[in-house]
T-cell receptor, first 111, second 114 residues
Framework: GQQLNQSPQSMFIQEGEDVSMNCTSS?????WLWYKQDPGEGPVLLIA?????ELTSNGRLTAQFGITRKDSFLNISASIPSDVGIYFC???????????FGQGTRLTINP | GAVVSQHPSRVICKSGTSVKIECRSL??????MFWYRQFPKKSLMLMAT?????????EQGVEKDKFLINHASLTLSTLTVTSAHPEDSSFYIC??????????FGPGTRLTVT
């Protein structure tokens, strides 16, 4: 089946540093979504990408839909303590309603 | 963004009983809702896709008679875990999709079967 490879699995950074994570796949996706999940909560949608090459920002977050439609990255600039959590990428395959999720990136920030 | 609610947020039940979890889209109509299960420190595992007015589509390995899904309206889907056993203990999350491809997640339901 289709899979998304998300990396890194975990990150330990200092407050104020920039963060970068990415997802890759061998399959083409029509849509890429990035979510953040806090412990005991449901994922919250951060950014949605619909077109190959699209670059979208949401505050300190920037995400891009790869030109090949097989990858996406998420950058967080000037990290703050509330950025701590697990970040998931998700892709919608062609012709499918469901999403395929990456394994998640656990972000820990040292003050 | 769109709001999705889930009820209850936590439930403890005895082995052999059934538990119903509700998922509601509060400010939009969701023709499609999804039910996920999440194990500790793991990603979300899709259980089934629920379309309003039709039978749910279950993922491979998910027992449809065990996990009953009803999507009776454009704002409500329910998941019933029948004859629950301790191995059914998990974090269950629903999501609802609006006219775009964006899925909005509920806050999750922590099920503990004793």
């Amino acid at each position: 089946g289709q899979q998304l490879n998300q990396s890194p699995q975990s990150m330990f950074i200092q407050e104020g540093e920039d963060v970068s994570m990415n997802c890759t796949s061998s399959s083409i996706f029509n849509t890429w979504l990035w979510y953040k999940q806090d412990p005991g909560e449901g994922p919250v949608l951060l950014i949605a990408l619909y077109k190959a090459g699209e670059l979208t920002s949401n505050g300190r977050l920037t995400a891009q839909f790869g030109i090949t439609r097989k990858d996406s990255f998420l950058n967080i600039s000037a990290s703050i303590p509330s950025d701590v959590g697990i970040y998931f990428c998700a892709g919608q395959p062609q012709g499918a309603q469901k999403l395929v999720f990456g394994q998640g990136t656990r972000l820990t920030i040292n003050p | 963004g769109a709001v999705v609610s889930q009820h209850p947020s936590r439930v403890i039940c005895k082995s052999g009983t059934s538990v119903k979890i509700e998922c509601r889209s509060l400010d939009f109509q969701a023709t499609t809702m999804f039910w996920y299960r999440q194990f500790p420190k793991k990603s979300l595992m899709l259980m089934a896709t629920s379309n309003e007015g039709s039978k749910a589509t279950y993922e491979q390995g998910v027992e449809k008679d065990k996990f009953l899904i009803n999507h009776a309206s454009l704002t409500l889907s329910t998941l019933t875990v029948t004859s629950a056993h301790p191995e059914d203990s998990s974090f269950y999350i629903c999501s609802a999709r609006d006219r775009s491809a964006e899925q909005y997640f509920g806050p999750g339901t922590r099920l503990t079967v004793t």
